[in-house]
């Protein structure tokens, strides 16, 4: 048999991949924390935890990915800020455990790579990190030719943080008559991207870069709008308030989250119209005919985070969530959980 088919020939062109690795190092640099060792690229990142700065650590990892949102970032060929959201939707779930970040990997799929495309995904993923105070330790690049369609990406990010044992956040420590505190969104972040696509692109007809009534912005760019990262606000108030519960409404909304942090005693009550309705949630409301309970159990409808604390802290907890950025509201509060009741009740 002859030499005369390559690697490169069937699709994987492994100078590219170096190529990009190259462009992207001083990027992943940037990111980096004191307890980093080493530089990119060797098998495995490492991480020195310092463990004269811990009593009881405990480890908290999690793993996640932006779903059809990269089509919206295709459509608009636009793929900067993607990396963002796949850096939130890991952190802001760790976070609610009680912990702090420490770093992040990350799984860039494709049939072919572009350099220029991958490189505005990492300097998405560098600036969700930055955010977040976590080192970007290490990643995978993937050639995949004849699994992946030309244009199609897949992103995946892990994340690892530490909380010590006695500040561990499980929900072990809600009781009836805390109360709820939501944190504003910065619009759909990653997850009901499959009905909002359905809605505007194939009931409305409409192109990515069409404007629409109600938005102020087009529809692709509303879409594309990052998840928003809440470690540093909620990392200061783990620092000086009691917080007993955290909950980031991610997919499956307000009916599938909140009760994943309730002890069975309890249900949470959230009052609507206490908070502002997203303009990007009533558009896909009345454009797709779409039902309160399916809204409410697919998107944020403008709540990211939410968190549960006792009544006497809760309006310095909105008053210094304020000062740390983000737009605070009392939402709601636990209540004794009647017998056959569902554990979440919006009204």
């Not at 220029?116 to 955010?131: S, Y």
């Not at 909380?163 to 561990?168: N, P, Q, R, S």
């Not at 210094?320 to 950025?325: E, K, N, S």
């Not at 737009?327 to 056959?340: N, T, V």
Request: net charge negative; glycine share 14%; hydrophobic share 40%.
């Amino acid at each position: 048999m002859g030499g005369d088919i390559s690697y490169k020939d069937s699709g994987v062109d492994i100078d590219k991949g170096n190529r990009f690795v190259d462009v992207i190092k001083p990027l992943v640099k940037t990111t980096f924390r004191k307890e980093v060792m080493g530089g990119i690229g060797a098998f495995g990142g490492l991480f020195h935890l310092d463990k004269v700065k811990y009593k009881d650590p405990i480890l908290v990892a999690s793993t996640d990915g932006v779903g059809t949102k990269l089509n919206v970032a295709r459509m608009m060929n636009r793929y900067n800020t993607i990396g963002i959201d796949l850096v939130a939707m890991s952190v802001n779930d760790v976070l609610v455990q009680g912990a702090e970040p420490l770093f992040f990997l990350d799984y860039i799929a494709s049939g072919s790579i572009d350099i220029e495309v991958g490189r505005q995904l990492i300097e998405g993923v560098v600036k969700g990190c930055k955010d977040a105070g976590c080192a970007l330790l290490g990643g995978e690049t993937a050639e995949m030719p004849g699994f992946y369609g030309k244009g199609d990406y897949e992103l995946v990010g892990f994340c690892v943080g530490i909380v010590e044992a006695d500040k561990l956040i499980d929900g072990s420590r809600v009781g009836i008559g805390d109360k709820i505190i939501g944190l504003a969104s910065s619009g759909i972040h990653s997850n009901g991207l499959s009905l909002a696509r359905k809605v505007f692109f194939d009931r409305c007809g409409l192109q990515a870069k069409d404007p629409v009534e109600g938005l102020l912005l087009p529809v692709g760019e509303e879409l594309l709008t990052p998840t928003r990262i809440y470690v540093k606000s909620v990392l200061n108030l783990l620092k000086n308030f009691n917080l007993k519960g955290l909950v980031h409404i991610t997919g499956g909304g307000f009916y599938d989250n909140i009760p994943r942090i309730l002890p069975e005693r309890c249900s949470a009550l959230i009052h609507r119209g206490s908070w502002p309705e997203l303009p990007v949630f009533q558009t896909i409301r009345k454009q797709g005919g779409v039902d309160d309970a399916e809204m409410f159990r697919v998107f944020n409808m403008g709540i990211g985070m939410m968190i549960i604390a006792d009544s006497e802290t809760t309006p310095e907890l909105i008053e210094r969530l304020g000062a740390l950025g983000e737009k605070a509201y009392l939402i709601g509060s636990i209540e004794k959980r009647r017998q056959d009741a569902p554990s979440v009740i919006i009204a």
